[in-house]
């Protein structure tokens, strides 16, 4: 590995977003795990809700990410969208592909769901499966 650029042409910075200032007042963690699982899965919606699991008292917690082009909820406020998590509201809000896993805390009790969908109908291969349970993984360490 090249220690140091040989002309100026080959130098690049990559800015860190985790460190600019004005971006890291409005981080929501959860937002951005929604937005690697929906690029991750090429899916339009994902939703991630966060309950608390045996600590009711903590407040709910919701994660989403939608593609720019999807249509069926793009005049829809980011935090009326968690109702998404369930699949019956996502087949009447018109989506035609909804795969979920649950979320748990380490004891085991359901703390949450992970969900993707798309307007368009699809199957969903076991990479895909395994992407989404890695991304709860993830969401159950942070959560």
Not at 6 to 12: A, S
Not at 71 to 81: H, I, N, P
Not at 86 to 94: K, L, M, S
Request: contains cysteine; glycine residues 6%.
């Amino acid at each position: 590995m090249k220690q140091r650029p040989e002309n100026r042409g080959e130098m690049y910075v990559v800015r860190d977003m985790r460190t600019n200032e004005c971006a890291a007042q409005d981080v929501v963690p959860l937002d951005h795990l929604a937005h690697l699982t929906m690029r991750a899965l090429q899916v339009s919606v994902a939703v991630i809700v966060v309950d608390g699991g045996a600590n009711r008292w903590t407040q709910r917690q919701v994660g989403v990410a939608v593609d720019g082009a999807c249509l069926t909820v793009a005049d829809r406020d980011q935090g009326s969208l968690a109702v998404l998590a369930n699949p019956v509201t996502a087949e009447t809000e018109g989506f035609a592909f909804y795969v979920a896993t649950p979320l748990r805390d380490p004891l085991g009790v359901r703390i949450g769901t992970l969900a993707v969908l798309d307007e368009r109908l699809r199957s969903v291969s076991e990479d895909d499966l395994t992407t989404l349970r890695e991304m709860a993984g993830v969401i159950e360490r942070l959560a």
